[in-house]
């Protein structure tokens, strides 16, 4: 049975002000900051980069891991494609506060219970949120390709 809701720390990896990347743990996203599209140092092509470093402190310029707790619910997700039969795998939600449908592709990393955000485009006057997408056991099977 999933649950319907708990407080888990996020962790965010800003440059500046702004989030860039999240992640359930401070390794994950570490690694996401480095394969993100800001990362990297500005130069002739590629002038969106912002840096390579991290900052020292929250008065130095560069990426920073900040944890946060926040409240998450658990919702259901579903998977299309197939790992096993070389296929795009992508998975896709639903946002219980806004009920905006979202998908995204994922790879064989993956686990599960997967950390997702909403940004509430369809109704902004609700705030960002975080959910864990559960599979059924159906689509667990499908991703390992039994």
């Known amino acids: 049975m999933i649950p319907k809701s708990e407080l888990i720390f996020v962790y965010e990896g800003y440059w500046g002000d702004k989030v860039f990347v999240f992640s359930s743990s401070e390794e994950k996203a570490v690694k996401a900051v480095k394969r993100c599209h800001a990362y990297g140092k500005p ?39 197939s790992f096993a039969n070389d296929l ?6 639903e946002c219980p506060l806004c009920h905006s449908k979202t998908g995204e592709d994922i790879s064989t990393d993956i686990t599960f219970p997967h950390l997702v955000w909403c940004e509430h485009y ?9 959910f864990l997408v559960h599979l059924s056991e159906e689509d667990g099977e499908k991703l390992k390709g039994t």
Do not use: C, F, M
């Not at 840096?51 to 891991?65: P, Q």
């Not at 795009?88 to 939600?93: E, K, N, Q, S």
């Open 88 to 93: 795009p795998v992508h998975l896709y939600w």
């Open 43 to 81: 130069e002739e092509g590629y002038e969106y980069r912002l840096g390579a470093h991290w900052a020292i402190d929250d008065e130095t310029e560069g990426w920073r891991i900040v944890p946060r707790e926040v409240e998450i619910q658990h919702i259901g997700g579903k998977v299309y494609g």
């Open 122 to 130: 369809t109704n902004p006057s609700l705030d960002e949120s975080y």
